[in-house]
């Protein structure tokens, strides 16, 4: 508490060391004597802090800059501060630039100057480096706790801190849950901080029919940056209602929301009690559809096109609805487009639709099947290999007569021979060679031949 | 030389000449100069409005929800509008009790436990003469004496009973709210609540428009939204669809609790059933290509109630629907089901490239203001961010 000396003429001093210890005139002990002597290099670090704590947006600063601070001119705390003779303190860039457009008035007070030189104020300067670097140095240990700062946020979010106040709401609370969302993803450690101040609960029922896209899309952000989820969250995260939100976030959002919400319906996936019908839905599916079909965005095909192989695996109805919403075309044409690693689920996905028979006739129909599945031969990998043959297995099985010209057209043949060959399985090696004898049952040797464009050696 | 002066020369007289018809010419020019420019600063204006279209079925909640949004994000209203509510809540007292006394009478005839809806002969006399008042063109204005004898009609175990299957009934939603309230309807100095104006039903004719401007927490500078009530019945759709061409979002109002009621135009067919096919018909509409559309699964809390005793196969388009559990649960997953049904309807009736306009379901209860509310705040912002192109 800074100390008040009674004056003899009746009036109070403020005692000055009491007074920047406490703060009130916001000096710090530990650069107590800040003196002019490195006047040069001064300005520069105060500038720089100042910046830094501008640009962080200070969450830490609970007090406003004091106004004596402030220059009247730009309404910035002053680095440099000058007085005029009228009294009135100003940044010295600022008055200069006033005085040397020809102005010969304060412009605060609006008097004439009798003299125009600044003096500069070191007092001042000192003051406002001292209360900086405080400032500073509070935000800087502030940052790094990390810990303490999410906990602060959960609790803030849930109206658990301590003094009691209301849960936050609106834009602050969009606020908390993006720094919070920041914390968590940078700092790996702080999940666990997290979900011991009961912020895994507080994220749940924050998702709801009501809940709008900006908050929405912070929440599932923390969901699944690492945060244990215990079965009792993921069993309140797999409600209707919850779901249902996630599919409209997955179908408005930006794409790292869209892969958030991929992630966290995954995660959901694996749990026990996991309903699959839940992911029978059209707008889920049209959702994920659409975020594989962005080619702007690898990591969303490659999420998309996961979720969509497990909804397959798990749900076999699915699969139809999969089918009707055209996306086995879809999915054909993306094929040689595909980054490498996308191409074997991309053809897992194919080859479980290909089970049901809407599928394969989606298949069939599809004109690009065919030449797409016959370039991807032999590119990948074997597993890849083996999907291709066995989607063409089955269009040429289905329509062998339209089919079989257009698979050697495409050059069937020579790829064909070259699995044969090749160092592949021997089941791999035994499919090849039947759809061979397939696609060759109404060809004769020269037209393959020609087909396979081979050259004498191997002929 | 002489080239220079024969310029000179017609300038000269090309002015002069000029002068003559100018004046009336520059006014004229002028004038439509002042066309062109308020036309284009008209359409700029209108650019920036968003315009929104509730279509749905009769009796959806369209008007409902736009009392909502008046109510909400214009003055509400004032006292004279509130008064001019009180003829047609009490004309829909009368209508209530003499549909709820012809069904009675209807269905002591015709069912097989007909004793049940036989109406006591004082209460009888008090039907005859309310069912003739209903027959005028104007109804009297409900006083003390009115009141009791429909009140006295209405507590007839015939008249109960007739209420409790009043879905077959063309009984409006309304009618236990006012019936309920029989005696602050009669007062002499009766104004009308919020809530009776809400509930207050009349058929909508031809359209009707609000304009307004939401203020969000943000309180981001003016969006503006028009909203347009057209009248739900069946009638010649087709020839003004066309019209609504330009507006952002439709908000289509489906009423999930009428799965078990008749078209007040056609009592054979049931209302859900022309639902559907009003719905597949909007998407199908070319005007509709790159709108956004916003599904209203409204009546939600009647839903609630009725989903208890009336199972959700009595309506032929949900008759693979199978039960769980009975209570909140069922009540859930009768929602989710009915949701299911409409979005499976939306992608079968939306071509390849109209997948990809926004189509949003929310479920509401169009008489709860606060629930419209934070719908209408996510459908704020839904249409901002697509606007803005996130």
Same mark, same amino acid.
């Given at each position: 508490?800074?100390?008040?000396?009674?004056?003899?003429c009746?009036?109070?001093?403020?005692?000055i060391?009491?007074?920047?210890?406490?703060?009130?005139?916001?000096?710090?002990?530990?650069?107590?004597?800040?003196?002019?002597?490195?006047?040069?290099?001064?300005?520069v670090?105060?500038?720089?802090?100042?910046?830094?704590?501008?640009?962080?947006?200070?969450g830490?600063?609970?007090?406003?800059?004091?106004?004596?601070?402030?220059?009247?001119?730009?309404?910035?705390?002053?680095?440099?501060?000058?007085?005029?003779?009228?009294?009135?303190?100003?940044?010295?860039a &600022?008055?200069?630039?006033?005085?040397?457009?020809?102005?010969?008035?304060?412009?605060?007070?609006?008097?004439?100057?009798?003299?125009v030189?600044?003096?500069? #104020?070191?007092t001042?300067?000192?003051?406002?480096?001292?209360?900086?670097?405080?400032?500073?140095?509070?935000?800087?240990?502030?940052?790094?706790?990390?810990?303490?700062?999410?906990?602060?946020?959960?609790?803030?979010?849930?109206?658990?801190?301590?003094?009691?106040?209301?849960?936050?709401?609106?834009?602050?609370?969009v606020?908390?849950?993006?720094?919070?969302?920041?914390?968590?993803?940078?700092?790996?450690?702080?999940?666990?901080?997290?979900?011991?101040?009961?912020?895994?609960?507080?994220?749940?029922?924050?998702?709801?029919?009501?809940?709008?896209?900006?908050?929405?899309?912070?929440?599932?952000?923390i969901?699944?940056?690492?945060?244990?989820?215990?079965?009792?969250?993921?069993?309140?995260?797999?409600?209707?209602?919850?779901?249902?939100?996630?599919?409209?976030?997955? &179908?408005?959002g930006a794409?790292?929301?869209?892969?958030?919400?991929?992630?966290?319906?995954?995660?959901?996936?694996?749990?026990?009690?996991?309903?699959?019908?839940?992911?029978?839905?059209?707008?889920?599916?049209?959702?994920?559809?659409?975020?594989?079909?962005d080619? #702007?965005?690898?990591?969303?095909?490659?999420?998309?096109?996961?979720?969509?192989?497990?909804?397959?695996?798990?749900?076999?109805?699915?699969? +139809?609805?999969?089918?009707?919403?055209?996306a086995?075309?879809?999915?054909?044409?993306?094929?040689?487009?595909?980054?490498?690693? +996308?191409?074997?689920?991309?053809?897992?996905?194919?080859?479980?639709?290909?089970?049901?028979?809407?599928?394969?006739?989606?298949?069939?129909?599809?004109?690009?099947?065919?030449? &797409?599945?016959?370039?991807?031969?032999?590119?990948v990998?074997?597993?890849?290999?083996?999907?291709?043959?066995?989607?063409?297995?089955?269009?040429?099985?289905?329509?062998?007569?339209?089919?079989?010209?257009?698979?050697?057209?495409?050059?069937?043949?020579?790829?064909?021979?070259?699995?044969?060959?090749?160092? +592949?399985?021997?089941?791999?090696?035994?499919?090849?060679?039947?759809?061979?004898?397939?696609?060759?049952? &109404? +060809?004769?040797?020269?037209?393959?031949?020609?087909k396979?464009?081979?050259?004498?050696?191997?002929? | 030389?002489?080239?220079?002066?024969?310029?000179?020369?017609?300038?000269?007289?090309?002015?002069?000449?000029s002068?003559?018809?100018?004046?009336?010419?520059?006014?004229e020019?002028?004038?439509?100069?002042?066309?062109?420019?308020?036309?284009?600063?008209?359409?700029?204006?209108?650019?920036?409005?968003?315009?929104?279209?509730?279509?749905?079925?009769?009796?959806? %909640?369209?008007?409902?929800?736009?009392?909502?949004?008046?109510?909400?994000?214009?003055? %509400? *209203?004032?006292?004279?509008?509130?008064?001019?509510?009180?003829?047609?809540?009490h004309?829909?007292?009368?209508?209530?009790?003499?549909?709820?006394?012809?069904g009675?009478?209807?269905?002591?005839?015709?069912?097989?436990?007909?004793?049940?809806?036989?109406?006591?002969?004082?209460?009888?006399?008090?039907?005859?003469?309310?069912?003739?008042?209903?027959?005028?063109?104007?109804?009297?204005?409900?006083?003390?004496?009115?009141?009791?004898?429909?009140?006295?009609?209405?507590?007839?175990?015939?008249?109960?009973?007739?209420?409790?299957?009043?879905?077959?009934?063309q009984?409006?939603?309304?009618?236990?709210?006012?019936?309920?309230?029989?005696?602050?309807?009669?007062?002499?100095?009766?104004?009308?609540t919020? =809530?009776?104006?809400?509930?207050?039903?009349?058929?909508?004719?031809?359209?009707?428009?609000?304009?307004?401007?939401?203020?969000?927490?943000?309180? !981001? %500078?003016?969006?503006?939204?028009?909203?347009?009530?057209?009248?739900?019945?069946?009638?010649?759709?087709?020839?003004?669809?066309?019209?609504?061409?330009?507006?952002n979002?439709?908000?289509?109002?489906?009423?999930?609790?009428?799965?078990?009621?008749?078209?007040f135009?056609? =009592?054979?067919?049931?209302?859900?059933?022309?639902?559907?096919?009003?719905?597949?018909?909007?998407?199908?509409? !070319?005007?509709?290509?790159?709108?956004s559309?916003?599904?209203?699964?409204?009546?939600?809390?009647?839903?609630? !109630?009725?989903?208890?005793?009336?199972?959700?196969?009595?309506?032929?388009?949900?008759?693979d629907?199978?039960p769980?559990?009975?209570?909140?649960?069922?009540?859930?997953?009768?929602y989710?089901?009915?949701?299911?049904? *409409?979005?499976?309807?939306y992608?079968?009736?939306?071509?390849?490239? !109209?997948?990809?306009?926004?189509?949003?379901?929310?479920?509401?209860?169009?008489l709860?203001?606060?629930?419209?509310?934070?719908?209408f705040?996510?459908?704020?912002?839904?249409?901002?961010?697509?606007?803005?192109?996130?």
């Amino acid at each position: 508490m800074p100390q008040y000396q009674e004056l003899p003429c009746g009036g109070q001093e403020l005692d000055i060391d009491t007074a920047l210890k406490d703060g009130i005139l916001g000096g710090a002990p530990e650069l107590g004597d800040a003196t002019a002597g490195d006047g040069g290099k001064q300005p520069v670090e105060l500038r720089k802090m100042m910046d830094e704590l501008d640009a962080a947006g200070d969450g830490g600063g609970d007090e406003a800059v004091p106004a004596v601070f402030i220059c009247p001119i730009s309404l910035e705390p002053m680095v440099d501060p000058v007085t005029l003779c009228t009294g009135q303190t100003y940044e010295s860039a &600022n008055i200069s630039r006033w005085l040397a457009l020809g102005h010969r008035t304060c412009p605060t007070t609006m008097q004439e100057l009798w003299d125009v030189t600044p003096i500069p #104020n070191t007092t001042l300067r000192q003051l406002i480096a001292a209360w900086f670097s405080r400032r500073y140095t509070r935000f800087k240990k502030r940052s790094a706790d990390f810990h303490g700062r999410a906990a602060e946020l959960v609790h803030g979010l849930r109206g658990t801190a301590v003094p009691k106040r209301q849960p936050l709401k609106g834009q602050a609370r969009v606020a908390a849950l993006r720094e919070l969302r920041s914390l968590a993803t940078n700092h790996q450690s702080v999940t666990k901080a997290i979900a011991e101040a009961g912020g895994v609960a507080l994220l749940t029922s924050l998702l709801g029919p009501f809940t709008s896209h900006a908050v929405g899309s912070e929440a599932v952000a923390i969901l699944v940056s690492g945060v244990s989820l215990d079965a009792d969250a993921k069993a309140a995260l797999m409600q209707p209602a919850k779901v249902s939100l996630l599919v409209d976030m997955l &179908n408005e959002g930006a794409v790292d929301t869209k892969i958030n919400c991929v992630r966290l319906i995954r995660i959901l996936m694996d749990e026990k009690g996991f309903r699959p019908e839940t992911v029978a839905s059209l707008s889920l599916l049209v959702g994920v559809m659409r975020l594989v079909r962005d080619k #702007n965005h690898p990591d969303g095909v490659a999420a998309g096109l996961e979720l969509l192989s497990s909804i397959c695996a798990v749900h076999r109805p699915a699969r +139809c609805l999969i089918v009707s919403i055209g996306a086995v075309p879809q999915l054909v044409e993306l094929l040689l487009e595909l980054p490498t690693e +996308c191409v074997e689920p991309a053809l897992d996905i194919l080859d479980a639709l290909a089970i049901v028979p809407e599928g394969r006739i989606a298949l069939k129909d599809c004109p690009r099947t065919i030449p &797409n599945a016959v370039r991807l031969l032999m590119r990948v990998s074997e597993a890849c290999t083996q999907r291709a043959l066995s989607m063409l297995w089955v269009v040429c099985r289905m329509a062998p007569e339209e089919s079989a010209p257009a698979a050697l057209d495409a050059g069937l043949g020579a790829k064909l021979l070259l699995v044969i060959q090749s160092g +592949c399985g021997p089941e791999l090696k035994q499919q090849a060679s039947e759809l061979l004898k397939l696609c060759t049952l &109404n +060809c004769t040797s020269t037209v393959f031949i020609s087909k396979c464009k081979l050259t004498k050696t191997i002929q | 030389m002489s080239v220079l002066t024969c310029v000179l020369d017609s300038m000269g007289s090309s002015c002069s000449r000029s002068d003559l018809l100018s004046e009336s010419e520059t006014t004229e020019n002028a004038k439509s100069a002042d066309i062109d420019r308020r036309i284009l600063q008209e359409t700029k204006a209108e650019q920036h409005i968003h315009k929104l279209l509730l279509l749905g079925a009769g009796e959806s %909640g369209k008007s409902t929800i736009f009392k909502q949004i008046k109510l909400l994000f214009q003055t %509400g *209203f004032d006292e004279t509008e509130l008064k001019s509510y009180i003829s047609v809540i009490h004309a829909n007292v009368y209508q209530t009790i003499k549909i709820l006394y012809d069904g009675a009478k209807e269905l002591s005839q015709v069912e097989s436990d007909s004793s049940k809806y036989v109406i006591s002969p004082d209460n009888q006399e008090i039907g005859e003469k309310l069912s003739e008042i209903d027959g005028r063109l104007v109804y009297p204005l409900l006083n003390k004496k009115l009141v009791h004898d429909v009140k006295k009609l209405w507590q007839d175990p015939a008249i109960q009973e007739t209420f409790s299957r009043g879905s077959i009934l063309q009984l409006p939603d309304c009618a236990e709210y006012f019936m309920e309230n029989l005696d602050r309807l009669a007062e002499a100095d009766y104004a009308p609540t919020k =809530e009776d104006v809400l509930h207050a039903r009349v058929r909508t004719n031809g359209v009707v428009q609000i304009q307004f401007s939401p203020v969000g927490e943000s309180k !981001r %500078g003016g969006e503006v939204y028009r909203l347009y009530d057209v009248g739900g019945q069946r009638n010649e759709r087709r020839k003004w669809i066309h019209l609504f061409e330009g507006v952002n979002a439709v908000i289509f109002c489906a009423a999930i609790s009428e799965y078990d009621q008749m078209l007040f135009e056609d =009592e054979t067919k049931n209302r859900m059933m022309e639902t559907k096919e009003l719905f597949d018909w909007v998407l199908k509409q !070319r005007c509709f290509e790159k709108t956004s559309f916003m599904l209203f699964l409204n009546k939600f809390d009647i839903f609630e !109630r009725k989903i208890q005793k009336v199972p959700l196969t009595v309506c032929e388009w949900f008759k693979d629907y199978k039960p769980i559990a009975p209570g909140k649960q069922e009540v859930e997953h009768a929602y989710e089901f009915v949701k299911k049904k *409409f979005e499976e309807l939306y992608f079968q009736s939306s071509k390849p490239d !109209r997948v990809d306009r926004v189509f949003k379901i929310y479920r509401t209860t169009a008489l709860d203001q606060k629930l419209v509310k934070k719908t209408f705040k996510l459908i704020d912002e839904s249409m901002r961010r697509s606007r803005e192109g996130t």
